[in-house]
Every structure is written in structure tokens, then in C-alpha cells.
């Protein structure tokens, strides 16, 4: 395999997250933290859903957030509408939100109960919809999708196998085949956070067996149980660089599923970890992390409770210019770690057992004239 995949990525916080939070936060809160998010270098922001507040209260007030809010130009602001009325309501946004692409894809849960529970449709209702969703991609001269919700497993059915997996895709991909159609992406749902590594890599690698035509797949995975950074990095692995995969995070893994039997505890992967990564990887993802973790703080302070991720806490892998200093004290709360965006500020008045400032060879600062035996090199600052 030559290459990582090309990285399409949807920042989720303001839907996704949102809409497993309090009905009652302000509007003005929110607008706050769309215009911080939009000041990171992401490059596609959910702003909500257009849908009824009966079932999604949190999202009752998508009209007074899209007027406030101020857009930044190049950034793609999307959203979800579920049906007629709610693609209408966003039209009225159009720009600045974008405009849906048509696409067509059949789509079912691997897991009847988790169906019912959320679409209110059973899973053979969920089928009996394909033949006219083939037709419509026909009618339109569209390639065609496959989309599947519980991939991996749910809490009600428990696990499900590689085998079970395709055994349904492959009813879905012989019917766009019996059209004529051909199918082009795939999406793996995860609402019920059974994502494991090695589950995720088989699954893509007989995908790409199976079907050469896929090209685009869609991971959405919770990370209920922590997996799913490690699953997206199986995923990318066993990609190269003529694949797309299209991701979807949260700040801070704010989200949940009231569905699922698990709220808010469903989380999704942390925008801010997942970016961290992708740095990390040497995949440059245009975000400047810093921003980016204050807008975790920022969250947290609308939703009022300590969020789910792990930059946001101990922030990036410090480089050169952001080693820490090494004589900072002793360092033992949450916001006392906040010094590598507060500096000293942040641990005023914590504990230094060090009798003398403390220096080493291994600074470009120290006053060492050489390291020990001449085996180490000192850091040096990348090339800008």
C-alpha cells in the first residue's frame, strides 16, 4: 500500500454534541463556540440539525443560531435534515451552510432493536426501501452507496462477525449490480461503540477484496469504550492513497446516543486527539491545535461539566518551542497542566522541591558544553 487515504473530516460538537446536552443552554453560547471553531483551520463544522424540537429539543433554536453566528469564508458549514421540511428550513442558510449533495445509498442496521429504537422502522422496512432508492439513483444517473448502521455489533444483539457484515453488503451491492449501477463507497456506523482495531481492519480490507470499485468509506465510530482512535489508525492501514475516508469527531467526544443505552457516556472520538494524530502522522491537517484545545475549554464551560478527551487535558506532544520548563514544579491538578497554554500562570504557588534551577545537556539553553560519551545530539528545531 503506497500512502495514508486522503482525509475528509466533519467536526461534530455543535450537532452531535449538542444534542445530548441541556435544552436549555443559551443561544449566544452556542454562536460563541461555532465562532470559536471556526477561528482552528478546521475545514467542515456541523452547525445542527434541522428537526423537529419534539424529539430533539437541543435544536429547537437552529433559526436564532444561524442568524448570530459569524461565518468565515472557507469554511464548509453542514448540518442534518431528515426530511422535507427540515432541507427547506436550512435552504434559508444556503449559504453560508452548504448545499447537500445528492447521493444515493441503501442503508439498514446490523441490529432490528437499535432500529426501532431509533428510526422507529424495523430492520425488513429499513430493505424494503432499497428498490426505490436504487431507482431514484438510476433515474439521476448517480453512482451508488452502501451504508451500514451497528457494523460491528450493539447492545442488544451483541457482536456481529466479518461474515455477517458482508453477507449484507453483499445483498446491497448485488442489487445496485443487477441495475447496472456501480457502487463506489461504503459507510460503517458505530452508534453503540463495538468498534474494535481488528474488527474495523477486517472489515475494510474484504470490502476492498470483495468490491475494488469502493473507493470512499465513511467511518462513524463512538468511542464508548475507547477504541476508537486505535480503530481509525487499523482502517487508514490497510488504505492507500487512491482511498477517501471520511471521518467524524466531536470536541472533547462530546456527544451521545439517547438509544443506545449508554448517553452521553457513547461519546465519540476527540477532535482535538484525533487532529493530534493525524499531526503526529505527519498528515497536515491545518488546524492549529492550540486554538483548538481552548475551544474544548470553552465547551466545557457551556455545557458545564469536564469533557472526554485527552489533548485538551495535557495538550499536544510539546516541540521544540514548547518544551516545558525544566525547573516548573511539581505539576498535580487539571488546571495547573494547563501551563502549556496558561504558562506560569496556571501553577502559581506549587510545590518546587529544587534547591537550584535544573539544566541539561539535552536543551539547546543549557550550559553543557557536550552530552555524555558524545552518543546524543540535542533537539533542533524543524525547518519551517
Known amino acids: 500500500m503506497a500512502g495514508y487515504p486522503k482525509i475528509v473530516h466533519t467536526e461534530e460538537g455543535m450537532r452531535e454534541g449538542m444534542q445530548i446536552e441541556s435544552a436549555d443552554i443559551p443561544v449566544d453560547d452556542k454562536v460563541a463556540l461555532l465562532n470559536a471553531l471556526s477561528e482552528t483551520g478546521l475545514k467542515d463544522i456541523a452547525v445542527g440539525s434541522f428537526v423537529s424540537p419534539k424529539y430533539t429539543p437541543q435544536m429547537a433554536k437552529m433559526d436564532e443560531i444561524m442568524a448570530k453566528f459569524t461565518p468565515k469564508p472557507g469554511v464548509k458549514y453542514s448540518y442534518t435534515a431528515l426530511n422535507d421540511k427540515g432541507i427547506e428550513r436550512a435552504k434559508a442558510y444556503t449559504p453560508p451552510l452548504s448545499p447537500k449533495a445528492s447521493e444515493f445509498a441503501t442503508s439498514c442496521d446490523m441490529c432490528d432493536t437499535f432500529a426501532q429504537r431509533n428510526t422507529n422502522r424495523t430492520q425488513e422496512q429499513q430493505i424494503a426501501t432499497w428498490p426505490a432508492k436504487i431507482a431514484k439513483a438510476k433515474a439521476a444517473g448517480a453512482e451508488g452507496g452502501l451504508s451500514i448502521s451497528n457494523a460491528w455489533g450493539s447492545n442488544w444483539v451483541g457482536r456481529v462477525t466479518t461474515e455477517q457484515l458482508m453477507k449484507m453488503l453483499s445483498r446491497m451491492y448485488n442489487m445496485w449490480e443487477e441495475a447496472g449501477i456501480e457502487v463506489t463507497r461504503v459507510g460503517l456506523a458505530d452508534a453503540n461503540g463495538w468498534c474494535m482495531p481488528h474488527e474495523v481492519e477486517a472489515s475494510v480490507v474484504e470490502i476492498k477484496r470483495r468490491w475494488p470499485s469502493i473507493k470512499t468509506f465513511n467511518l462513524h465510530l463512538h468511542n464508548t469504550r475507547g477504541t476508537g ?116 500562570k496556571a501553577y502559581e504557588g506549587a510545590m518546587t522541591p529544587w534547591a537550584k534551577p535544573i539544566t541539561s545537556w539535552q536543551r539547546s539553553e543549557a550550559p553543557v558544553a557536550a552530552p555524555p560519551a558524545g552518543v546524543f545530539e540535542l533537539p533542533k528545531k524543524a525547518a519551517s
Open 229 to 344: 482512535l486505535a480503530s481509525i489508525y487499523a482502517a487508514m492501514k490497510v488504505m492507500d492513497s487512491t482511498d477517501t475516508l471520511s471521518l467524524q469527531s466531536a470536541i472533547g467526544g462530546m456527544a451521545g446516543c439517547p438509544y443506545c443505552g449508554n448517553g452521553r457516556a457513547a461519546s465519540m472520538i476527540a477532535t482535538e486527539d484525533l487532529m493530534h494524530m493525524f499531526e503526529e502522522m505527519g498528515i497536515d491537517t491545518g488546524v492549529d491545535l492550540y486554538k483548538l484545545v481552548e475551544c474544548v475549554w470553552l465547551a466545557e464551560k457551556v455545557v458545564g461539566h469536564q469533557l472526554y478527551g485527552f489533548v485538551s487535558k495535557a495538550g499536544p506532544r510539546p516541540h521544540f518551542d514548547k518544551l516545558y520548563a525544566m525547573d516548573m514544579p511539581h505539576i498535580e491538578t487539571m488546571e495547573q497542566a494547563k501551563h502549556f497554554i496558561y504558562g506560569k
